[in-house]
């Protein structure tokens, strides 16, 4: 089946890591991506990683994905405040195109 | 700005009026997508289209919605008759192809009264 969970919030000083979790149910995705939401925004990418693959760098942000477990974490360095905003993960099944997005953990960060 | 464009950003409508949204992708993106975000929760796919032809729809587009993309290059959202339960953020997003990031635009938010 298609789901995607998340944990719904998450509260961080500025400067330290952030650490958000997704975990999915269909073996078969292909792609996994994190977006970024701000208020009243549309969703913004932030990163993707392939499913053949454990980890990816990029910046700040750092996703892994332990495909057994079928679990994606998404850790962001150096948190800002301006990082404060919704955070999904989705994911892209084989055979269709439509992203299955989790409920979005909403990531505050205070001074 | 060359990203996805939608419009209009807002919209309230009374009960059992019809709507119509438009989505502009970024330009050659042949892949574009339509979802829906309620409040509180993550965007849920409805249809997408790759150039003119309607790919696939989810069981949530009901017989009141009716996707268009007549050439293969903006799109086209449509209630019919509008209900409370339609009330969310529509989103549309594009890609190059299937396997290609699919970026999103700002939305259109509807309210229903």
């Known amino acids: 089946g298609e789901d995607v969970e998340q944990s719904l919030f998450l509260s961080v000083r500025e400067g330290d890591s952030s650490v958000i979790n997704c975990t999915y149910t269909d073996s078969s995705s292909t792609y996994l991506y994190w977006y970024k939401q701000e208020p009243g925004a549309g969703l913004q990418l932030l990163t993707y990683?392939?499913?053949?693959?454990d980890m990816k760098q990029d910046q700040r942000l750092t996703v892994l994905l332990n495909k057994k477990d079928k679990h994606l974490s998404l850790r962001i360095a150096d948190t800002q405040t301006g990082d404060s905003a919704i955070y999904f993960c989705a994911e892209k099944v084989m055979g269709t195109d439509k992203l299955i997005f989790g409920t979005g953990t909403r990531l505050q960060v205070f001074p | 700005d060359t990203g996805v464009s939608q419009d209009p950003r807002h919209k309230i409508t009374k009960r059992g009026q019809n709507v119509t949204f438009r989505c502009d992708p970024i330009?050659?993106?042949?892949?574009l997508y339509w979802y829906r975000q309620t409040l509180g929760q993550g965007p849920e796919f409805l249809t997408y289209?790759?150039?003119?032809?309607?790919?696939?729809k989810s069981r949530l587009l009901s017989d009141r919605f009716s996707a268009e993309r007549p050439k293969g290059s903006f799109s086209t959202l449509e209630i019919q008759r509008t209900e409370q339960g339609d009330s969310a953020m529509y989103l549309c997003?594009?890609?190059?192809?299937?396997?290609?990031?699919?970026?999103f635009g700002p939305g259109t938010r509807l309210l229903v009264l």
């Open positions: 289209f790759q150039n003119e032809a309607q790919l696939e």
């Open positions: 330009s050659e993106h042949n892949r």
């Open positions: 990683i392939f499913s053949n693959m």
């Open positions: 997003a594009s890609s190059l192809g299937g396997l290609e990031t699919q970026y």
